[in-house]
């Protein structure tokens, strides 16, 4: 069993920055999975895909967040992050933490939110 805790959400002024972390256990599972990645929705939407890498550290970003957010993972520390930078206010959203061992996302984090707001 895969669990996954998302830290680091908040509020943040559109232009700005913010770091989220996604914590997986148990320790070293990390080394097993194929990907990992996050999602974000909100209210009455569907969600939607943000950034996903895989084992091999290939990544794949929605259109929307393509030159603005960045995914990496530290498998020493068994966390995946995403930074956040020039924020806009559709990055409003609730953001999850997924793993699986397929491209398919098996595994949930329970969530963080994010608004952006002036």
């Known amino acids: 069993q895969v669990q996954l805790v998302e830290s680091g959400g908040g509020l943040v002024q559109p232009g700005g920055s913010l770091r989220l972390s996604c914590s997986c256990a148990?320790?070293?599972?990390?080394?097993?999975?194929?990907?990992m990645g996050w999602y974000r929705q909100v209210p009455g939407k569907e969600r939607e895909l943000v950034a996903t890498?895989?084992?091999?550290?290939?990544?794949n970003y929605a259109d929307s967040v393509k030159g603005r957010f960045t995914i990496s993972r530290d498998n020493a520390k068994n966390t995946v992050y995403l930074q956040m930078n020039n924020v806009k206010l559709e990055d409003t959203a609730a953001y999850y933490c997924?793993?699986?061992?397929?491209?398919?996302?098996?595994?949930w984090g329970q969530g963080t939110q994010i608004t952006v707001s002036s």
């Open positions: 997924t793993a699986s061992y397929s491209p398919t996302p098996e595994y």
């Open positions: 148990p320790s070293g599972i990390i080394f097993t999975l194929y990907m």
């Open positions: 890498t895989t084992k091999s550290e290939t990544t």
